[in-house]
C-alpha cells in the first residue's frame, strides 16, 4: 500500500501525551537495506512529512520511547524494510 495520497493525520498516545503524525500530499517514502547502510528515498513531499514526524517526536513533554513504526503497509511504498522512529533521552 503506498503513501496516503491526501493529507492525513494520525493520533498516538504515548504514556499520556497525545501525539499527531501528519502525512503530506502525495508523501513517496521508500526505505532499503543495503547491508551495511539504510537508503530513505522519499520524494519532497515525503522528506517533509518524515521532518514532521521528526519534529513531533522531538516536541516538548514528548516521553522518551515515544515512537513510531512505519511500514510498507503503513506509509512507505511496497517493498520497503520497515522504520522505527523513536525518541531516546537516556545516554
Given amino acids: 500500500m503506498p503513501a496516503p495520497t491526501e493529507s492525513t493525520h494520525v493520533s498516538?498516545?504515548?504514556?499520556?501525551?497525545?501525539l499527531v503524525f501528519t502525512w503530506d500530499a502525495d508523501a513517496r517514502i521508500e526505505v532499503r537495506n543495503l547491508g551495511r547502510e539504510v537508503v530513505?528515498?522519499?520524494?519532497?513531499?515525503g522528506l517533509s512529512t518524515l521532518a514532521g514526524h521528526?519534529?513531533?517526536?522531538?516536541?516538548?513533554?514528548?516521553?522518551?520511547?515515544?515512537h513510531l513504526h512505519l511500514?510498507?503497509?503503513?506509509g512507505?511504498?511496497?517493498g520497503s524494510?520497515?522504520?522505527v522512529l523513536e525518541r531516546s533521552d537516556e545516554e
Avoid: F, K, Q, Y
Avoid at 12 to 18: C, F, I, M
Avoid at 40 to 45: F, G, L, T
Avoid at 54 to 66: C, K, Q, S, T
Fill in 71 to 74: 511500514e510498507d503497509s503503513n
Fill in 12 to 18: 498516538a498516545v504515548v504514556e499520556g501525551a497525545g
Fill in 40 to 45: 530513505i528515498e522519499a520524494n519532497a513531499a
Fill in 81 to 83: 524494510v520497515g522504520l
Fill in 76 to 78: 512507505l511504498e511496497d
Fill in 54 to 66: 521528526l519534529l513531533v517526536l522531538a516536541g516538548e513533554g514528548v516521553p522518551d520511547g515515544a
